[in-house]
């Protein structure tokens, strides 16, 4: 009999195929009808996190620790980073390790340090260099040559790495990227330049791994509230819609431009990034890769 029963029960073929899903949603880890709530199917497995010493790196970090994964943490800033490391839980938690992803071969030292620490590695949160550089016209060779390996090629040789690290059931990767991934930004000339680029290799790469069951995402977060209380968010959206008066505009009015462009009215909390960014991330999201998640508070109209 294929479907349904005479009395509405399941036939062979329809309980054959739910068989089939549910082995695929347990070696993925996620148990989504188990308990209360969602179980992202994090506990115990092990990511490394770029630029954890602060903003949503950082807010990734703790958001990933909260759900039981153990991580590798990595930022320029030894002091910044130890303190996020201690403050996820220490080295049963998370190790730090500082470090310039333009390097080469310091993503082997972190991809190495996941597996003889924790014994394996699950993926990766890694967030580019996405700094203020000056206009095109204004920025000089060494500059790219500078920007192409911290901005372009660490990343992507830290995807490579975990993709050849990554435990036999598979992994994910997710490329948190500035706006610049979409649109060019004022005073951002490399940002503009390389992160398109680190996006279309992104997904060139889940492609490629897809049939390791290696997921590669990518996360384009908006404005979000700096971590001091600072105005340095909203004088950052101010430059990024009107580059000719930024240097005009006082705080308060930067912010009051860039919050009136969101339909929500406000910047985004780092942790409203985190969260789905740790979704995507996690074998809840074990169907979806090669795709771009917009977070933004509705300030990009376009599909």
């Not at 990595?74 to 333009?102: F, H, K, M, N, Y």
């Not at 975990?162 to 610049?180: D, K, M, P």
Request: contains cysteine; neutral net charge; glycine residues 14%.
């Amino acid at each position: 009999m294929i479907g349904p029963g005479r009395d509405g029960a399941p036939g062979p073929a329809s309980l054959k195929v739910a068989r089939v899903r549910s082995d695929v949603s347990k070696r993925a880890g996620y148990r989504g009808d188990e308990g209360d709530g969602m179980d992202l199917g994090l506990s115990d497995r092990v990511y490394v996190v770029t630029g954890a010493g602060r903003g949503l790196g950082r807010a990734c970090a703790i958001q990933l620790a909260g759900e039981g994964a153990r991580l590798v943490l990595t930022d320029r800033d030894q002091g910044a980073l130890s303190a996020v490391a201690a403050g996820v839980g220490g080295p049963e938690r998370a190790i730090a390790i500082s470090g310039d992803l333009a390097e080469s071969g310091f993503e082997t030292c972190l991809t190495a340090a996941a597996v003889a620490r924790y014994g394996r590695l699950d993926g990766s949160v890694i967030c580019p260099d996405d700094v203020e550089t000056g206009s095109l016209a204004a920025t000089a060779d060494e500059t790219w040559r500078a920007g192409f390996e911290g901005t372009f090629l660490g990343p992507i040789r830290l995807a490579r790495s975990v993709a050849r690290n990554v435990s036999v059931e598979g992994g994910s990767v997710l490329f948190v990227l500035g706006r610049s991934a979409r649109q060019p930004l004022a005073n951002r000339a490399v940002a503009n330049g390389l992160v398109p680029g680190v996006a279309m290799a992104a997904r060139g790469l889940a492609g490629e791994l897809g049939p390791r069951n290696i997921r590669v995402n990518l996360l384009i977060p908006g404005h979000c509230e700096s971590e001091v209380g600072q105005p340095g968010a909203a004088h950052r959206g101010a430059g990024d819609l009107r580059e000719d008066q930024e240097s005009v505009l006082t705080h308060e009015q930067a912010r009051r431009e860039a919050e009136d462009a969101v339909p929500l009215r406000r910047f985004g909390e780092a942790l409203e990034f985190a969260r789905p960014a740790v979704f995507l991330l996690s074998p809840a999201a074990s169907y979806v890769t090669g795709s771009v998640l917009v977070v933004d508070g509705g300030l990009s109209r376009s599909l």
